[in-house]
């Protein structure tokens, strides 16, 4: 997977506690993405980093904050977990606008109760 | 507004037919259009990809379908073998807007022996 890991791998947690989702990589690449994944719905931006503490909103961004201090790390927090935010939750990285290819990370599955 | 549709949801194909897969999007600012294939449990990883400036690539068994004038794409796997059976994503996006990639809503592929 192109060294990225995800962690954890699966989390189930109950309504209201903060959640946070960690991405790592080895690359050393600029971009940085987290995608959530739900059945019928693909793959959706939710934040993404353009550089360490430069970031942006994706299409679904409500609820969710994150947080790039390094360039191997990016965090993807919940606030405050609903039910509505149980998915799957994947990390993408990618070295520079030019090559366009994204690599994506393993996964965490996210069970909000 | 999903900006990149995709169909079908599902589909089944005997041993050795051939896989179609289409989508559609409609902002032509897009210059860049993956295939993405994901196994169960795992991230997804790319398989083939194409820009507006050809009509078609072909890399093995796979083959990306690009028209222009009709801002629609498909992927046509040949022979299919049941180690193909995924699931099936494609994107869009544009180079110099943070290769924020837009994905289809994905098609189950099951290769029947």
């Known amino acids: 997977d192109a060294g990225i890991t995800q962690s954890p791998r699966h989390k189930v947690t109950e309504t209201g506690t903060p959640v946070t989702l960690r991405c790592h990589q080895t690359?050393?690449?600029?971009?940085m993405y987290w995608y959530r994944q739900d059945p019928g719905h693909g793959l959706r931006l939710i934040h993404y980093?353009?550089?360490?503490?430069?970031?942006d909103k994706g299409e679904v961004s409500d609820g969710y904050s994150v947080s790039r201090s390094k360039t191997e790390d990016f965090l993807l927090t919940l606030e405050s977990a609903t039910s509505s935010q149980t998915s799957v939750y994947f990390c993408?990285?990618?070295?520079?606008?030019?090559?366009?290819?994204?690599?994506f990370g393993p996964g965490t599955r996210l069970t909000v109760l | 507004q999903q900006q990149v549709k995709q169909s079908p949801q599902s589909l089944i194909v005997q041993k050795g037919g051939i896989s179609i897969i289409n989508c559609a999007y409609e902002n032509t600012a897009f210059d860049y259009f993956p295939w993405y294939q994901q196994f169960p449990g795992k991230g997804p990883a790319l398989l083939i990809a194409i820009r507006p400036d050809v009509s078609e690539k072909k890399e093995g068994r796979f083959t990306i379908s690009f028209n222009k004038s009709a801002k629609q794409f498909s992927l046509h796997i040949m022979d299919s073998q049941p180690g193909d059976s995924a699931t099936y994503f494609c994107a869009a996006s544009i180079q110099y807007n943070f290769n924020k990639f837009y994905f289809g809503s994905g098609t189950k592929l099951n290769v029947k022996p």
């Open positions: 980093s353009y550089g360490v503490k430069d970031t």
């Open positions: 690359e050393n690449h600029r971009y």
């Open positions: 993408a990285i990618s070295e520079s606008t030019g090559s366009h290819e994204q690599f």
